[in-house]
C-alpha cells in the first residue's frame, strides 16, 4: 500500500515571500501521478499542480512549482510571491494503477500581511 | 459545464438514522469516487465506482456503508443507523478515465447528533 507523509503540521510566510511544503510517498510503482490540493477554509479541493512520474521536468504553474526527486520518493511544492488567498490546508496525493487517491495529513499555510 | 456537484450540502442526522449523499458527476465522466475527511485529517479513499459498477471498496466500513452509481442519475452513498464517529466531510470526485486527474466536488458535511 502507498503511503504520504506531509511532515510540516503547520507553517507560516510573509507574504510576498516564498515558501515550500515538503511530501514524500512509499511506493513499489514505477508509473504513477502525484499531485498538490488546496483545500481554503470553504472545505474545496482545489488542483494545484500535477506531475506524471516518468517526466523528469519538475511541473510549474505560475507561482508555483514542484521539486521532484523520484529516487529519493519526495515532491515538495514551492510558492513564491505567497498571497493572502494562498492560505489554505495544503494536502499531497498519490494516483497509482488502482486509480485511488492517496492524501497525506496536509500543512496548514498561513499568509501573514 | 457545470463541476461535481453533492448534495446536500450540510446533513444533520441523529444516532441510528440513514443519511443519504448524492453526487452528480461532471457531464462525461462516468468514474465516480468517495473520499472522508475526519477533522484535521486529509482524505481517505472510500470507494471507486462506474456506471453501475464497484470496481474498488477496499476503504469501505464492512458494515452500515454502501454505494451505487445506477445508469441513470447520481451516485449515492448510503450509511445506515449513523454514529457520532461518521462525523466527517465526504467528498465525491469524478473523471473521465481511470487515469485522468480527479476533480472534486464541495463535500458534503454530515453532523450526527
Known amino acids: 500500500a502507498q503511503t504520504v507523509t506531509q511532515s510540516q503540521p503547520e507553517m507560516s510566510v510573509q507574504e510576498a515571500e516564498t515558501v515550500t511544503l515538503s511530501c514524500t510517498y512509499d511506493t513499489s510503482e514505477n508509473n504513477y501521478y502525484l499531485f498538490w490540493y488546496k483545500q481554503p477554509p470553504s472545505r474545496q479541493m482545489i488542483l494545484v499542480i500535477r506531475?506524471?512520474?516518468?517526466?523528469?521536468q519538475n511541473a510549474t504553474e505560475n507561482r508555483f512549482s514542484v521539486n521532484f526527486q523520484k529516487a529519493a520518493k519526495s515532491f515538495s511544492l514551492k510558492i513564491s510571491d505567497s498571497q493572502l488567498g494562498d492560505t489554505a490546508m495544503y494536502f499531497c496525493a498519490f494516483h497509482n494503477a488502482g486509480n485511488m487517491l492517496t492524501f497525506g495529513g496536509g500543512t496548514r499555510l498561513m499568509v501573514k500581511p | 459545464n457545470a463541476g461535481v456537484m453533492q448534495n446536500p450540502r450540510h446533513l444533520v442526522r441523529r444516532r441510528g438514522q440513514e443519511a443519504r449523499l448524492r453526487c452528480s458527476p461532471m457531464k462525461g465522466h462516468s468514474h465516480v469516487y468517495w473520499y472522508r475527511q475526519l477533522p484535521e485529517e486529509g482524505l481517505k479513499f472510500m470507494v471507486y465506482l462506474q456506471k453501475e459498477n464497484i470496481i474498488d471498496e477496499s476503504g469501505m466500513p464492512k458494515e452500515r456503508f454502501s454505494a451505487e452509481f445506477p445508469k441513470e442519475g447520481p451516485s449515492i452513498l448510503r450509511i445506515q443507523q449513523v454514529v457520532r464517529g461518521d462525523s466527517a466531510a465526504y467528498f465525491c470526485a469524478s473523471s473521465p478515465s481511470s487515469v485522468n486527474e480527479q476533480f472534486f466536488g464541495p463535500g458534503t458535511r454530515l453532523t450526527v447528533l
Open positions: 506531475q506524471e512520474a516518468y517526466k523528469q
